[in-house]
């Protein structure tokens, strides 16, 4: 078994949601955008190609799955989809659903306003949505 750690910057800025068969998907604390990361559960990943090629295909069947559970639950406008890795290394992917009305449309979403939190009851019904629409 390899060893997995999560990096303690993601973790502290998202709660988790599924663990698919490569990936821990984790949701942003951030309702200005419904927002997942998928981090690879491997050791010392940093790039795309450090994913051994059977699983960089994994990896985009959880992101197609990711992006389709969020469109579906939130009805958003366009997904995002990234992953730079310039402040924390550890790879991980970024699903983002975006809104045109939405504070950084159309632009990136870093930085554009200050992280707005989650009511309790709506953090548990869009996480339970998402739950219900991800692959088994």
Request: proline share 8%; net charge negative.
């Amino acid at each position: 078994m390899i060893r997995f750690d999560l990096n303690p910057r993601l973790e502290g800025d998202s709660l988790p949601v599924a663990d698919l068969p490569l990936c821990a998907v984790r949701l942003m604390k951030d309702a200005n955008y419904p927002w997942l990361l998928l981090i690879p559960r491997q050791a010392d990943l940093v790039e795309l190609t450090d994913l051994a090629q059977p699983d960089r295909l994994q990896l985009i069947d959880e992101v197609a799955a990711c992006a389709d559970a969020l469109k579906t639950a939130t009805a958003c406008d366009k997904i995002n989809i990234g992953a730079l890795g310039n402040v924390v290394s550890q790879l991980h992917v970024h699903v983002i659903a975006r809104f045109r009305s939405d504070a950084a449309w159309p632009n990136p979403v870093w930085g554009a306003a200050p992280a707005r939190s989650y009511e309790p009851a709506e953090l548990e019904a869009l996480t339970e949505r998402l739950r219900s629409l991800l692959p088994a």
